[in-house]
């Protein structure tokens, strides 16, 4: 394993405990004190995954990820603080895949990460654990094994969790999967996060490939349940 880990935050008992747990796993990690600190790194080490602390100084954890998201999908795991709602919905509509609240357990950490590593490990290199790798529906396309979108031609940037989702669903026209069902399948572990994660991910999925996110085209959704992709039945 030779997966580079970037952890940003201005505590350095949490950047700390966050390097020795990860080390243990065979992760190289490199740590960030603030939020200057992180785009130099970002830059300069192109880790394969970020876990970044939103109150940081110098630059909060919101603009960092807004900036890494003009050119990159690489995944980037929220710290928030307990409680702080706002905070967690926030990260996620700038293109956080996860988050954790503050305190957390580095052991949680560790499976986050691996869940989401191993999301994009399968993509590259298992390809053929799926019976069909090109899915294309009224202008839509989505290709799981060059892990690209497309609308009429037009190259779409998601993130890895965003594409696991639409592939989920896509995959599956016409089944409907519930929010809880989503995390679980997606996140790949037992999840106890809040389920609005998925209403936040599926909002920023409807605004990147449908022409009218209010009345989407591919997307549906099926009041008090959860999601389903067009096409298929019910």
């Given at each position: 394993?030779?997966?580079?880990?970037?952890?940003?935050?201005?505590?350095?008992?949490?950047?700390?405990?966050?390097?020795?747990?990860?080390?243990?796993?065979g992760y190289s990690v490199v740590t960030?004190?603030?939020?200057?600190?992180?785009?130099?790194?970002?830059?300069?080490?192109?880790?394969?995954?970020?876990?970044?602390?939103?109150?940081?100084?110098?630059?909060?954890?919101?603009?960092?990820?807004?900036?890494?998201?003009?050119?990159?999908?690489?995944?980037?795991?929220?710290?928030?603080?307990?409680?702080?709602?706002?905070?967690?919905?926030?990260?996620?509509?700038?293109?956080?895949?996860?988050?954790?609240?503050?305190?957390?357990?580095?052991?949680?950490?560790?499976?986050?990460?691996?869940?989401?590593?191993?999301?994009?490990?399968?993509?590259?290199?298992?390809?053929?654990?799926?019976?069909?790798?090109?899915?294309?529906?009224?202008?839509?396309?989505?290709?799981?094994?060059?892990?690209?979108?497309?609308?009429?031609?037009?190259?779409?940037?998601?993130?890895?969790?965003?594409?696991?989702?639409?592939?989920?669903?896509?995959?599956?026209?016409?089944?409907?999967?519930?929010?809880?069902?989503?995390?679980?399948k997606i996140w790949d572990f037992s999840?106890?996060?809040?389920?609005?994660?998925?209403?936040?991910?599926?909002?920023?999925?409807?605004?990147?490939?449908?022409?009218?996110?209010?009345?989407?085209?591919?997307?549906?959704?099926?009041?008090?349940?959860?999601?389903?992709?067009?096409?298929?039945?019910?």
């Open positions: 394993m030779n997966e580079r880990i970037m952890v940003a935050d201005d505590d350095s008992n949490i950047t700390d405990v966050c390097r020795r747990y990860l080390e243990r796993e960030a004190k603030d939020g200057m600190e992180a785009i130099e790194l970002w830059r300069s080490h192109a880790p394969n995954l970020i876990v970044l602390d939103l109150m940081m100084p110098r630059k909060n954890g919101w603009e960092i990820c807004n900036e890494i998201r003009q050119t990159e999908d690489v995944p980037i795991v929220m710290l928030t603080a307990r409680g702080e709602e706002q905070d967690r919905l926030m990260g996620l509509t700038m293109g956080a895949d996860d988050y954790l609240t503050k305190p957390f357990s580095p052991r949680e950490l560790v499976l986050r990460v691996k869940a989401i590593l191993r999301r994009m490990r399968t993509v590259q290199v298992s390809p053929a654990t799926h019976s069909s790798h090109t899915i294309r529906y009224e202008g839509l396309t989505i290709d799981f094994v060059k892990r690209e979108v497309e609308i009429d031609g037009r190259l779409i940037d998601l993130t890895v969790t965003e594409f696991e989702m639409l592939y989920l669903l896509a995959s599956h026209p016409g089944q409907v999967f519930s929010r809880s069902q989503m995390l679980s999840y106890e996060g809040d389920t609005t994660t998925v209403t936040v991910h599926i909002r920023r999925l409807r605004e990147k490939i449908e022409q009218n996110a209010s009345e989407p085209k591919y997307i549906k959704t099926v009041w008090g349940i959860g999601y389903k992709f067009a096409g298929g039945s019910s």
